[in-house]
């Protein structure tokens, strides 16, 4: 299958900085990124839907201007968690889907900790 | 409202055969997708039913019914790295995926 690089794979920050999550598709072009959230023995919650070029749709609940993502290529897409505090710490999860895929791959995750 | 529901958690025998069942109701159906997921890992994929049927993949058989809202997962000759959660999800008419909250399955020897 097709690979989807995440990094970094875990992070600790301080609450109040800001941490950036990058997702790669390798060997394909993702037209389409997705990013989740997954807390503790939870399943996955879609928290945006980006599009190469275009704004990030979110889902109801999740906040843009805390959330920051970007899709500026079509193998690069990144996830901004501003002013971070401890719930925000949680596993965060991207995957990529090509123009003709039917799957979308999906990243290592991110597990972050906000202390 | 959509819904995805499967056990939360299951248990089996090394070598053994396991089925996990997943119902869903969600506006609109184009797809069902299964994912094992091993903890502190992202999901993996295993299987994708759109027609009503049986698909086989090694010892990972999937099966959709759409009449009935209604998917298995079935893992046969059980190893105990098969131990994971499961997830269900379904791709709605806006083809978003809906997730199950997943099942835990528990391979003893």
């Known amino acids: 299958g097709a690979v989807v690089s995440q990094h970094p794979s875990w992070v600790i920050c301080k609450s109040g900085t800001s941490v950036k999550i990058e997702c790669r598709s390798l060997?394909?072009?993702?037209?389409?990124m997705f990013w989740y959230r997954q807390f503790p023995k939870q399943s996955l919650m879609l928290m945006a839907t980006?599009?190469?070029?275009?704004?990030?749709?979110?889902e109801q609940g999740v906040e843009k201007d805390k959330f920051l993502i970007n899709h500026a290529s079509l193998t690069l897409s990144t996830l901004t968690v501003t002013s971070a505090h401890p719930e925000d710490s949680s596993f965060y999860i991207c995957?990529?889907?090509?123009?003709?895929?039917?799957?979308?791959?999906f990243g290592q995750g991110t597990r972050l900790t906000v202390v | 409202g959509q819904n995805i529901d499967q056990p939360t958690e299951m248990t089996a025998t090394e070598g053994a055969i396991v089925q996990i069942n997943c119902t869903y109701q969600?506006?609109?159906?184009?797809?069902l997708f299964w994912y094992q997921q091993h903890a502190g890992e992202a999901p993996t994929f295993l299987s994708y039913?759109?027609l009503d049927g049986l698909e086989e993949k090694g010892r990972f058989s999937s099966f959709l019914s759409r009449s009935k809202g209604y998917s298995y997962l079935l893992l046969k000759e059980l190893q105990m790295k098969d131990s994971a959660s499961y997830l269900c999800?379904?791709?709605?008419?806006?083809?978003?995926?809906?997730w199950g909250a997943g099942t835990k399955l528990i391979i003893k020897p």
């Open positions: 995957s990529a889907r090509g123009d003709r895929e039917i799957e979308a791959f």
């Open positions: 060997d394909f072009q993702a037209t389409t």
């Open positions: 980006s599009n190469e070029g275009s704004k990030a749709t979110y």
């Open positions: 969600t506006s609109g159906f184009n797809g």
């Open positions: 039913n759109v």
């Open positions: 999800a379904v791709k709605d008419s806006n083809y978003q995926l809906i």
